[in-house]
């Protein structure tokens, strides 16, 4: 089994949709990363769990909300998404906490497209 | 805001071929990792470098921390068609890592 896997590995959505992506994560590790990766842009942190905190990058609509109710899941709840929010979301875990992380153990992604 | 700037943004070379990428920024991180992303597939760690000046070897491809850490260099030697992805470098700052823009190689036979 792989270490950290998402699902759906594709998704289509209208913009007035809501769905989830899910990821787990079987390494036992103590924090969980969203990123977004869109064309032509750095890797951007979208939100973290660790332990101790969440902590989440104010620049991220409302209309994308975490959840994470344990250490191995996490979930990234999607409503009423913009065209724009079409992009490869990754899923990450890493051994150490949210300010040292250390290596991230990224999942293999999934891709959305918001019409 | 910190920036990672990575050039080039892409390359196309041929087997057998030399290539370094580079990873800039004008800010000092305490410690910088390189991954690879293949299709489908997401970022995997190659390596992480933490001293300045630090030069360390993976087969093939050779990282180097700059000596002020705040830049970095992947150098390939005989590039192979395997070698293709995206390579992303990321720096840690005190409480997050900040990826690069990328370098997308692709890697003829």
């Known amino acids: 089994e792989t270490g950290v896997t998402q699902t759906p590995r594709h998704l289509v959505m209208g913009m007035t949709n809501k769905k989830s992506l899910k990821c787990e994560q079987h390494l036992g590790h103590n924090a969980m990363y969203w990123y977004k990766q869109s064309a032509k842009k750095p890797l951007e942190l979208m939100f973290v769990y660790s332990l101790e905190e969440r902590v989440e990058n104010n620049s991220v609509p409302s209309r994308f909300s975490p959840e994470c109710p344990n250490s191995s899941h996490l979930f990234l709840h999607l409503h009423t998404l913009q065209p724009e929010d079409s992009a490869l979301y990754l899923c990450?875990?890493?051994?150490?906490?949210?300010?040292?992380?250390?290596?991230?153990?990224f999942g293999e992604g999934s891709r959305l497209t918001v019409l | 805001t910190q920036l990672l700037e990575q050039s080039p943004q892409f390359l196309s070379i041929q087997e057998g071929e030399n290539l370094t990428v580079y990873c800039n920024s004008s800010?000092?991180?305490?410690?910088l990792q390189w991954y690879r992303q293949e299709p489908g597939e997401g970022p995997v760690l190659l390596v992480t470098v933490v001293t300045g000046g630090e030069v360390k070897k993976l087969k093939r491809l050779t990282f180097q921390f700059g000596d002020a850490r705040k830049d970095s260099s992947l150098h390939i030697t005989a590039a192979q068609p395997g070698d293709t992805g995206l390579y992303l470098c990321?720096?840690?700052?005190?409480?997050?890592?900040?990826f690069g823009t990328g370098t997308r190689l692709q890697v003829f036979p």
């Open positions: 990321a720096g840690a700052d005190t409480d997050k890592l900040i």
């Open positions: 800010s000092v991180f305490s410690s």
């Open positions: 990450a875990s890493s051994q150490g906490g949210v300010r040292d992380p250390g290596e991230l153990f």
